[in-house]
């Protein structure tokens, strides 16, 4: 998995808890992204990090935020988890944008259940 | 209507039969197109990776991008087992990073 490791790689969690998943590599990739995969919807973007410290929202962002303090690490977050967030988490690397930088790496996912 | 269309199956193959999975898009921004194989519980990993228009072929893998039908496709031939997979399309535009992805084809192989 391009040295990306995810934890939890499972998680049960209650309606209204904060959680936290994690992302960490060791490739030393400027890009970082978040994604969850749900039946019939493929992949979908929630966030992404292109440095420390510089996010941006993808394309279901709400309800989630992140953060990223090292170049290693990302970190996703829903505040106050709901039943609709119950999915499988995939974070992804790469090393730029161009030609043979932008390909993304996923790491093995975490599968997180709210009830 | 989606950015990136592709049929979820399953498609089930007898071994050794040439398996054809494909997508359709709206973007004629796209220009990068990428085939990912993700097998059960474990995450996606890339396959093929082609920019804009033609033919890239890798072993038993063939991608082919038709950008003036918006259409692309993945060949595999002499399907195995081990193919069964669910195989997922993805595609960006020149600048920025964000992939589009399909919502995967579940391919079955039986031997």
Same mark, same amino acid.
């Given at each position: 998995d391009a040295g990306i490791t995810q934890s939890p790689r499972h998680k049960v969690t209650e309606t209204g808890t904060p959680v936290t998943l994690r992302c960490h590599q060791t490739?030393?990739?400027r890009y970082m992204y978040w994604y969850r995969q749900d039946p019939g919807h493929g992949l979908r973007l929630i966030h992404y990090s292109y440095g420390v410290k510089d996010t941006d929202k993808g394309e279901?962002?709400?309800g989630y935020s992140v953060s990223r303090s090292k170049t290693e690490d990302f970190l996703l977050t829903l505040e106050s988890a709901t039943s609709s967030q119950t999915s499988v988490y995939f974070c992804a690397i790469s090393a730029g944008w161009g030609r043979d930088q932008e390909t993304q790496y996923f790491g093995p996912g975490t599968r997180l259940l709210v009830l | 209507q989606k950015e990136v269309e592709q049929d979820p199956g399953p498609l089930s193959v007898p071994e050794g039969a040439i398996v054809s999975l494909n997508c359709t898009y =709206?973007? =004629?921004?796209?220009q990068y197109f990428m085939w990912y194989r993700q097998y059960s519980r474990k995450g996606p990993e890339l396959l093929m990776y082609t920019y804009s228009s033609g033919n890239k072929e890798d072993g038993r893998f063939t991608a082919q991008v038709d950008k003036s039908s918006k259409y692309i496709s993945l060949f595999i031939r002499d =399907?195995?087992? =081990?193919?069964s997979a669910t195989y997922l399309c993805a595609m960006k535009e020149e600048y920025g990073n964000k992939l589009v992805f399909g919502a995967g084809t579940i391919l079955r192989v039986k031997s």
């Open positions: 490739e030393n990739h279901v962002s709400d | =709206s973007n =004629s921004a796209f =399907s195995q087992p =081990s193919d």
